[in-house]
């Protein structure tokens, strides 16, 4: 079978990959063709476009690259046309995916389409249901609140379990010791507190410089920043240049399994974070000031921001959102995270997320269904 996939950013790469590596082991003959990462191109097929040409955040940046946006639209359906595939397969980065899902639906009709990592509706822009249940075959969950989201809006989801319990699972570095972690990347001896400021350009610039200024009040810590993969050094050498912090790329799971600490901005390594089990505060910072925080409440439907509480469905860790990302708040809550009682409290909340998300293999799962119902097993 032939395989169109479409992954915009440094998260769905990863998950994606592990998705065509899953689809291969139940279709020996399948072929590859996608916009994405490294990790996707490593499981062969041919790359249409690398998610570091289309990871654009927010009306401003997207309005600034609009030729860019524009030509990666137009590249991407003259692909899925002369590509003629069995299934397009898409991954999160809803505001382009669901465009390629309409195209191939009135198109290509007979194509399925799958959605896996499914857009977070329940949170933001309700209205890309309608989307959902015109152009989109089946959607693979991986949050298990959304198939009772989903169900009550009379749309059936597919939980198959959550990939990031797969990826952590399953990393390469698991075992190193600190001393090889320290060695390759010439850090020292003191405990490390991971700064992870998110992977779009937008993110960096607003949260890493508060990050930055005030772990740097906490000496007895070495800060290591996980570099972006999409984003040129020059960018973390200006950020960090008035700090004593280092950045190392490709490494994240590494970083953290090393850590004491860490810093997250809001997204899927939150949920990595915690599967590692690394007390953390989770921030996330907009332009706008309070003002836009309490317009954005309008139109917001969940009571937290980070996958972690969302999936708990209580509060586990800090969340610092916007007007509350403040170098004296999130310097309150390092403290509060240094202290015994608090850490082990984290930790037990932690030990409740994975029970809730279980063993399961993501992937696995996803790839035998979409396998099966391309053969007209289900």
């Known amino acids: 079978m032939r395989y169109f996939l479409i992954a915009g950013e440094a998260s769905g790469d ?32 041919k790359m249409v476009r690398h998610y570091k040409d289309m990871a654009f955040m927010g009306f401003i940046p997207v309005l600034l690259h609009a030729r860019t946006v524009l030509g990666n639209i137009k590249q991407c359906k003259a692909s899925i046309l002369a590509y003629k595939p069995d299934a397009l397969i898409l991954i999160d980065y809803p505001s382009f995916n669901l465009k390629m899902a309409q195209f191939v639906k009135e198109n290509l009709p007979g194509v399925p389409v799958y959605y896996y990592i499914s857009p977070k509706l329940w949170a933001w822009k309700e209205y890309r249901l309608k989307s959902i249940r015109q152009y989109v ?26 990939p990031c319990v797969d990826a952590v699972e399953g990393r390469s570095c698991k075992g190193e010791s600190r001393a090889v972690f320290n060695e390759r990347n010439q850090l020292d001896n003191r405990p490390i507190m991971a700064l992870l400021a998110g992977s779009r350009m937008q993110e960096i610039k607003s949260s ?50 090393q850590s004491e600490l860490a810093v997250v901005t809001s997204g899927t390594a939150t949920l990595e974070t915690a599967l590692l089990r690394v007390p953390q505060v989770v921030v996330y910072k907009m332009s706008g000031g309070w003002l836009f925080h309490r317009f954005l409440e309008l139109f917001i439907r969940v009571p937290y921001i980070s996958l972690v509480n969302l999936i708990a469905d209580k509060w586990l860790v800090k969340e610092l959102v916007i007007e509350d990302f403040t170098v004296k708040k999130l310097c309150a809550e390092i403290d509060r995270l240094r ?11 932690y030990d409740e997320l994975i029970e809730l998300l279980g063993h399961v293999s993501a992937s696995d799962k996803a790839a035998q269904t979409i396998v099966q119902l391309l053969a007209g097993e289900k």
């Open 14 to 45: 990863l998950h994606a990959s592990n998705l065509m590596a899953s689809i291969k082991k139940n279709d020996a003959q399948a072929d590859f063709c996608f916009l994405g990462g490294d990790l996707m191109a490593a499981q062969g097929g």
């Open 137 to 162: 075959d089946k959607v693979f969950s991986i949050l298990p609140f959304e198939v009772k989201w989903f169900a009550d809006r009379g749309y059936q989801v597919d939980f198959v379990g959550n």
């Open 208 to 257: 890493l410089p508060i990050m930055l200024e005030s772990a740097s009040r906490y000496p007895e810590y070495q800060l290591v920043v996980a570099g972006a993969p999409s984003i040129e050094a020059t960018v973390y050498d200006e950020l960090l240049a008035p700090y004593k912090a280092r950045v190392v790329y490709n490494q994240t799971y590494e970083l953290l399994q």
């Open 339 to 349: 202290t015994q009682a608090y850490h082990d409290q984290v930790m037990r909340g």
